[in-house]
């Protein structure tokens, strides 16, 4: 499988097995703020970025780099993944929820429906 980040670069991603999804779910933290009613809403979601590392060490696997090395366990290595910019970690942040719930992310803990 393979995305494409707005600066134009591609990666190349293994397949986001239902386990990882799972996991990806588990991990997802939302900031919330408090309504003129006294509710809290989901206002947006926090985008750690060791849990984006951690994401593309688990899930790219080729693509646009100077030159792609990994670790003996198979994940990218630090110089690969500091190649890539926030922009471009925000991108792969937002494109593995897109793959991984077609955009409509619901953490476990969440009464939320969409």
């Known amino acids: 499988m393979e ?3 707005s600066t134009g670069r591609k990666l190349k991603l293994k397949p986001i097995t239902r386990d990882a999804k799972d996991e990806i779910s588990d991990n997802i933290e939302y900031n919330h703020m408090e ?4 509710n809290w809403v989901k206002v947006d979601m926090k985008a750690p970025q060791a849990m984006i ?3 593309l060490r688990e899930f790219v696997v ?5 030159k792609f ?3 003996p366990n198979g994940s990218p290595t630090d110089e690969v993944i500091d190649e890539l910019d926030m922009t471009e970690r925000n ?3 937002a494109e593995i929820l897109n793959l ?3 955009g409509n992310e619901v953490t ?3 009464n939320s429906t969409s």
């Not at 309504?35 to 006294?38: A, I, S, V």
């Not at 080729?62 to 100077?66: R, T």
């Open 3 to 5: 995305i494409k980040l």
């Open 35 to 38: 309504d003129k009613d006294g």
């Open 53 to 55: 590392t951690r994401w």
């Open 62 to 66: 080729g693509g646009d780099f100077k």
């Open 69 to 71: 090395t990994t670790k």
């Open 91 to 93: 991108d792969f942040f």
């Open 100 to 102: 991984a719930f077609g």
């Open 108 to 110: 476990s803990d969440s």
